[in-house]
Nanobody
Framework: QVHLVESGGGLVQPGGSLRLSCEAS????????MGWFRQAPGKQRESLAT???????GYADSVKGRFTISRDNAKNTFYLQMNSLKPEDTAVYYC????????????WGQGTQVTVSS
């Protein structure tokens, strides 16, 4: 079992930056995949960034070049650095981890609201 706690959401102006954090506890040694998703009102949940088993990273086209996923093993935490934010980035953001040896998303955080508005 893995428990995830997110932090770092809030209100930011267009062009601004935010960093989301996701702290993991529990069976953290079993984590193979780490990822960030978001869901805007009336839309499906969207995958944004992933650290896959083996360590490679991947990004959705909508955030490539603006968002960066990273990890700090010493703090059991991974991050989503978001730069050049746009109003269309407004959504609830979720962190997720997978514990299987393949790419998977098995546990989810509670979600944190990000609002980009002037």
């Amino acid at each position: 079992q893995v428990h995830l706690v997110e932090s770092g959401g809030g209100l930011v102006q267009p062009g601004g930056s935010l960093r989301l954090s996701c702290e993991a506890s529990g069976s953290i040694l079993s984590i193979n995949t780490m990822g960030w998703f978001r869901q805007a009102p009336g839309k499906q949940r969207e995958s944004l960034a992933t650290i896959a088993p083996g360590g490679s990273t991947g990004y959705a086209d909508s955030v490539k070049g603006r968002f960066t996923i990273s990890r700090d093993n010493a703090k059991n935490t991974f991050y989503l650095q978001m730069n050049s934010l746009k109003p269309e980035d407004t959504a609830v953001y979720y962190c997720t981890v997978g514990v299987r040896p393949i790419l998977s998303y098995d546990y989810w955080g509670q979600g944190t609201q990000v609002t980009v508005s002037s």
